[in-house]
């Protein structure tokens, strides 16, 4: 520290210059030297904190495919073993040759209502036996257009006076009229 007066260096603490005795200021804390903070001590952890969220965000969206790639592949072995099970019936003439005409009416109908591909299969194919009632369930599996692919259950029901409706998901979205008897 130096004297404002005279010059001169003086100890830092003394009130009074030995040279001049002209009396000394106290030093004001912008004087004080002032540590910078270092941003690595900030920006490091900071870092490291976002790679191990990124890290788990990553595994868990990563078992969440693999958790519905197995659902789909189970869907769609049911779906296989029931198309073979309908292609057996369709090869072959049968009391049920009306219900399988049916069944194939809503899949044409539901091919024409996807907007881009669609994969239709029955899983069961019911007669209320005097009623005139068939009942045609099932997935249908649409593209959105990206390459995924959307499921939905059908219900797809002939009823008196022989019109055919077809529901997605529990909604109504086609009916239209058949010469089937």
Request: with cysteine.
């Given at each position: 520290m130096?004297?404002?007066k ?7 603490g ?13 030093p ?9 903070v270092?941003p690595n001590?900030i920006?490091?952890p900071?870092g490291i904190?976002?790679v ?11 078992q969440y495919?693999?958790?519905e ?10 779906i296989q073993?029931?198309n ?5 019936e369709?090869?072959g003439v049968?009391?049920?040759?009306p ?9 044409e109908r ?5 907007k881009y591909?669609a ?7 019911d ?8 009942l045609?369930?099932?997935?249908a599996?649409f ?6 692919w ?6 797809c029901?002939m ?13 109504l ?6 010469l089937?008897d």
């Amino acid at each position: 520290m130096f004297c404002p007066k005279c010059g001169i260096g003086i100890k830092d603490g003394d009130k009074f210059c030995p040279n001049c005795g002209a009396e000394q200021s106290k030093p004001s804390a912008t004087h004080e030297k002032t540590r910078p903070v270092n941003p690595n001590v900030i920006i490091i952890p900071l870092g490291i904190i976002i790679v191990v969220a990124g890290l788990y965000i990553g595994l868990e969206k990563r078992q969440y495919a693999k958790a519905e790639t197995a659902k789909i592949q189970a869907e769609t072995a049911k779906i296989q073993a029931s198309n073979q099970k309908l292609s057996a019936e369709l090869n072959g003439v049968s009391d049920d040759t009306p219900d399988i005409i049916v069944a194939e009416m809503c899949h044409e109908r539901l091919h024409k209502l996807a907007k881009y591909q669609a994969d239709i299969t029955s899983t069961d194919i019911d007669r209320t036996r005097g009623k005139g009632i068939t009942l045609v369930t099932g997935i249908a599996k649409f593209q959105n257009g990206f390459g995924a692919w959307d499921s939905k259950s059908y219900k797809c029901h002939m009823a008196a006076p022989r019109s055919i409706y077809i529901h997605l998901d529990g909604e109504l979205v086609a009916t239209f009229n058949t010469l089937i008897d």
